[in-house]
Nanobody
């Protein structure tokens, strides 16, 4: 049974940092591309960042470039999202997801097969 479990969310002030983790079990993370998505209240689930199999390929939505960093530790089957200089508009539930079939990245939620339950990130002004 595949499970993705996110952790590290919380309530912080604007300008603060958080590091999200996504621990995968039931799959070999090194054969999956991984992504982070977020969903604000009343909004659709949006792409945030993605990383390829080996970790050298990454992609970010423009609004988080220079502030967020995605990384992976395949030995630990874990993907991370380091979030710096947080803004109130970053407030959302953050989900990690796993994408099979190919070493690249994707911004399309439909390309991801497995999803975690999400972790809440709230940034106060």
């Amino acid at each position: 049974q595949v499970q993705l479990v996110e952790s590290g969310g919380g309530l912080v002030q604007a300008g603060s940092s958080l590091k999200l983790s996504c621990a995968a079990s039931g799959l070999t993370a090194s054969t999956y591309g991984m992504g982070w998505f977020r969903q604000a209240p009343g909004a659709e689930r949006d792409f945030v960042a993605a990383i390829g199999w080996g970790g050298s390929l990454t992609d970010y939505v423009d609004s988080v470039k220079g502030r967020f960093t995605i990384a992976r530790d395949n030995a630990k089957n874990t993907v991370y999202l380091q979030m710096n200089s947080l803004k109130p508009e970053d407030t959302a539930v953050y989900y990690c997801a796993a994408k099979p079939r190919g070493p690249g990245t994707s911004r399309k939620s439909g390309d991801y097969v497995y999803w975690g339950q999400g972790t809440q990130v709230t940034v106060s002004s």
